[in-house]
């Protein structure tokens, strides 16, 4: 297979935008138009005249990817051309799940045969870790730190899932980039499903995140090992797969080697709080089954 | 070159003004189109919309989007993969597009968008003036200003020749003033589609998104590079000034109908004041000046019709003889405290030879009606200036003293 995606791109050692965006390209191939928001994704391989690109690639603007798309799509149609070509977008949970909300929202509802995915870092990486909608309970980050009077972001993740699956998406799944040839059979499933369909991909960031570079897959494995971050697949409003847990490991083997979460361990209460994120995956646990 | 209109008047039929935009839209024969409905847009979209539900419109697609964002930004992309575009807007819609009208731009995207000129809020207020287009001054469309309802149909063809023409290849927003323009019935020619046809090749852009040659549309510009990208589209700013002539002299030769390219004039020959004005007050001020020309005064009329590019030659030649020159101005700076108009037509005059006083009126806000006697009060106030030089430079011309 070809590589789509060339390295000598921008993004920080262990970068997560670089392999969502390797693996999406993988399931795509080459006959695809890729739309990207504004981001890191964007910012580190298109730096002019540079391009990591291998297929067809545009950007617009922070907001509006969704929409872009819909254009893409609409005059592959118009012009005869949509049989082959893919479109897919590939944003992160700032222009996804925040901003972008309401152009994706558009698009899914006006039935566009494109393929979304969101390479979630849970925060603003591009402009220094910023909190978005998709940043967990009591992460710190730049706009929601710890403090004397603050465990971080007090408000859970936007399940932004959910929310694609009631717009009546034929096919939505979460992925991880722990596990590879999972990720691909989703988004290429996505691809060949009509319509509007969604992978939102969890990505850890090492430089948002506080890790070292060589562990973004162990900190994705240990999300999913500790039931932070299930894996499903949504065909047609009903949950078709779900990836079981082994045996679930304790949150705080999650927590623990990330700079974000580092308060929970210091600061007088953290038990407390890393007792209420236990909860959230115990809770999904239970929500999707994800113990044999 | 004065503006002609060769009609045969067998060929002309009673419509609406946003009839004959949807119309010609048609007939340029566009793949996308995408808007949002707002208020006075809708007739030109749902127009567009029935001929979409009887096929009249082929190899085309029609995005209902949820948002003005949303219009714009689908046409991004469509035009990027080789489409020919089309919306319409106004007002708050367009105000909400700003952002990604000088994305559009920047791309180098050729797009043809009709604005249905309109106020913007607050207060809110449906009715016509300029504010909004003008507030776009700035993000790198071409904005063109028609007078009547034949014009305004007939600059869509214009438009979409200006915008694709690989020398200029930027987005055109041709204007059309709210209500005054878009809901009235006249006599007019439906553009014929073989016409249409001779008059607007096909769009076949050099740069699309295909897969078969992969490129990368909207990569970022450091600051070793950025300045360059500004800098050629403003040289195609420069090129779009003889394009839009072009387009106006072409469409001349197939369709026998002229207003002017950049600019046109009205009686403009011996004129001492020299009204400069956009848009459908055009009309009115033609009728005080044929009455005023009869008792042997001399009043002329010139008519903006690209106010971006600002034709700035043409416009000094046009105004080298002037004694007095009066700007009319739906619009407002707000701190400047005049219209866009009178402050661009004096700095166009900065620096040459003319030195005739030049004062502005702001006028018909919100759709406040624009009668005879109106533009009679403004003559008048230029041969004062004539006689006894500026007192105020800029005003409103029909504020309500009283509701103060």
Known sequence: MRNLFASGHRGCAGCCNAMAAKFTLMAAGEDCIIVSPTGCLEVMTTPYPESSWGVPWIHSLFENAAAVASGVEAALKALGKDEKTKVLVIGGDGSTIDIGMRSISGAFERGHDITYVCVDNEAYMNTGVQRSGGTPFDASTTTSPAGRVSFGNPRPKKNMPAIIVAHGSPYVATASLAYPNDMIRKVRAAIDTKGPTYVHVHSPCTTGWGFDTSKTVEVARLAFETAMWPLYEIENGRMTKVNKIKEQKPVEEYLRIQRRFKHLFTMEGGDEEIKKIQHIADQNVLEFGLIE | ?404
């Open chain 2, 1 to 404: 070159m004065i503006s002609t209109r060769k009609i045969a008047k067998e060929k002309m039929k009673v419509v609406e003004g946003s009839y004959a935009v949807a119309h010609a839209v048609k007939v340029c024969r566009p793949n996308v189109i995408s808007a949002y409905p707002i208020t006075p847009q809708t007739h030109i979209v749902e127009d567009l919309s029935q001929f979409m539900a009887d096929g009249e419109i082929p190899n085309c697609e029609y995005i209902n989007v949820e948002s003005e964002f949303s219009a714009i930004s689908a046409l991004v992309g469509a035009s990027a993969a080789g489409a020919r575009t089309y919306s319409a807007t106004t007002s708050q819609g367009l105000e909400l597009m700003h952002e990604v009208l000088f994305n559009v731009s920047g791309m180098r995207l050729p797009m043809v968008m009709t604005v249905a000129n309109r106020a913007v809020s607050a207060p809110i207020n449906i009715w016509n003036d300029q504010q909004d287009s003008i507030s776009q001054r700035d993000t790198g469309w071409i904005q063109m200003h028609a007078e009547d309802p034949q014009e305004a149909a007939d600059m869509v063809a214009q438009s979409y020749r200006i915008s694709e023409d690989r020398d200029v290849l930027l987005p055109v927003m041709p204007c059309m003033d709210a209500f005054v323009l878009s809901h009235v019935y006249e006599p007019l020619v439906l553009l014929e589609q073989d016409l249409v046809e001779e008059y607007l090749p096909p769009f076949e852009p050099e740069f699309v998104l295909d897969p078969k040659n992969p490129r990368t549309f909207g990569a970022f510009a450091d600051p070793s590079i950025y300045t360059e990208f500004r800098y050629l589209q403003a040289k195609a700013m420069d090129k779009a000034l003889l394009k839009i002539e072009e387009a106006a002299n072409e469409f001349n030769e197939v369709f026998g109908r002229y207003y002017g390219g950049l600019i046109d004039e009205y009686e403009k020959e011996d004129a001492e004041i020299v009204i400069v004005a956009m848009g459908s007050i055009i009309g009115t001020v033609k009728d005080v000046i044929d009455k005023l020309r009869s008792k042997g005064e001399k009043v002329g009329l010139l008519k903006v019709r690209s106010f971006r590019p600002f034709p700035i030659e043409a416009i000094r030649k046009n105004l080298k003889d002037a004694k007095v020159i009066v700007a009319l101005d739906k619009n407002i700076s707000m701190g400047l405290n005049e219209g866009a108009l009178c402050t661009e037509i004096k700095a166009c005059l900065y620096n040459t030879d003319i030195n005739a006083p030049v004062i502005g009126f702001m006028i018909g806000h919100g759709g406040r009606d624009v009668p005879p006697s109106t533009i009679n009060y403004i003559i008048d106030q230029a041969r004062n200036v004539m006689s006894l030089g500026i007192t105020v430079e800029s005003q409103f011309t029909d504020v309500k003293e009283e509701m103060i």
